[in-house]
């Protein structure tokens, strides 16, 4: 689909946005701040030899704001499934699906101030990524965790923003029992989205593991739904699990950071 909507949280209420220009599915998007970056993702979820999407920008001008379509010098192969955060001054996009394979090791940062692409594919043995996997900023680092050619192994990555370069990661004990695709970021600790009643928290400071949160969730949430921080919560909304999408969200507040 195309469509777009906003969650306000202090009316509780939804509102519709501007539509993206292309419909995708399968795709990754980012928050700067001031707007949001997508790019990306199969124009046929059925299909995917339909991966191509390309990268659009949503700038909240006027009630419903406004999707423009971005076309940047060096734009990285186009792809599907596959893993993006923003740095805080750049959009990185990492690995994924094509047409061709299943798991692919290129990867490129979009800056929005020079409206261009730099490289930042991996040339390490193993660096392919694919299946579920995700990645999160840790100071001037990128860490890459899950994925590869054949599943979903834990096996991590680490790029280096200040000397572009990649380098392995030992990630720490337990990963492989944690990682899904769908976590928020509250800058000291992601949570991730496991199970039903089952919500994962790693946190920075320690490159840890903390205890799981079991507290119920919501009836009838899914786990594959959209997740963002709101700057005080996390709120994640929809997904399949296995059947068609459901209209069915949830707000989760953390405990205190250790």
């Known amino acids: 689909m195309n469509s777009v909507a906003a969650y306000d949280l202090a009316t ?28 990306g993702g199969l124009s ?7 991966e191509g999407p390309g990268l659009e920008i949503f700038m909240p001008t006027g009630a419903a704001g406004v ?6 010098i060096g734009a990285p192969e186009v792809r599907y499934i596959f893993a993006s955060t923003w740095t805080g001054n750049a959009f990185f996009v990492y690995g994924g699906s094509t047409n061709l394979a299943p798991a692919i090791l290129s990867g490129a940062l979009f800056s ?37 050619p054949y599943g979903n192994a834990p096996a991590g990555l680490v790029y280096s923003t200040t000397n ?6 030992a990630v720490p004990s337990g990963t492989s029992g944690h990682l899904a695709q ?13 199970a039903a009643n089952l919500l994962s928290i790693y946190d920075r400071k320690t490159s840890s593991w903390l205890s799981n949160d079991t507290s119920p969730m919501p009836a009838g ?7 963002a921080w ?12 296995g059947v068609a999408p459901i209209s069915v969200g949830g707000r989760y507040q953390p405990p205190a950071p250790p």
């Open 12 to 39: 509780d209420t939804w509102s519709t946005l501007a539509p993206l220009n292309a419909a995708r599915c399968s795709h990754g998007a980012a928050s700067t701040g001031t707007s949001i970056l997508t790019f």
């Open 182 to 194: 769908r976590f928020a970021d509250d800058g000291r600790r992601l949570y991730y989205l496991t």
């Open 112 to 148: 929005p101030t020079g409206v261009n692409w730099s490289d930042a594919s991996c040339s390490l043995a193993g660096c392919e990524r694919g299946g579920y996997f995700s990645a999160f900023t840790d100071g001037p680092l990128i860490r890459v965790w899950g994925g590869g």
């Open 230 to 241: 709101t700057g005080a919560e996390l709120v994640a909304w929809s997904g399949s699990c």
């Open 221 to 227: 949430f899914c786990t594959e739904g959209a997740a």
């Open 164 to 169: 572009l370069s990649w380098s392995g990661w």
């Open 44 to 50: 046929d979820c059925s299909n995917g030899t339909t």
């Open 67 to 72: 999707w423009q379509t971005v076309v940047a």
